[in-house]
């Protein structure tokens, strides 16, 4: 018989500056950023090897992509994956910015 796992969670954490999806209470996955202004720098996302290929990257991008607008912010596409994933899905253009140099700088400095 087939054991239906829970359905995923995610979270914003805003002391940690990051998204986290969880599976059974576990976290499975994390997309990191940081607020320059009005814009949320997305610039890293990482799912577990355990939890690999149930395409949990994508519904915790999803969220969070979702929230940034409810919070009136813009997105900065630097993790590869976000950027990827906005590729897909051009709802979210009207508030993508680009990666720019200064930007890079900027992330570069905040530190971790």
């Not at 087939?2 to 969670?9: I, K, L």
Request: a negative charge; hydrophobic letters at 35%.
């Amino acid at each position: 018989m087939n054991q239906s796992s829970p359905a995923p969670v995610v979270e914003r954490v805003d002391a940690r500056h990051r998204y986290e999806i969880r599976v059974g209470g576990e976290r499975a996955g994390l997309t990191a950023y940081r607020d320059r202004g009005d814009q949320r720098v997305f610039f890293h996302t990482e799912v577990d090897d355990a939890y690999a290929g149930q395409g949990l990257a994508g519904q915790l991008v999803q969220y969070a992509l979702t929230d940034v607008r409810a919070l009136g912010k813009r997105i900065v596409p630097v993790c590869p994956y976000v950027a990827k994933f906005l590729k897909k899905h051009e709802e979210f253009a009207d508030i993508t910015d680009p990666v720019t140099p200064q930007i890079l700088d900027w992330l570069d400095s905040q530190g971790d």
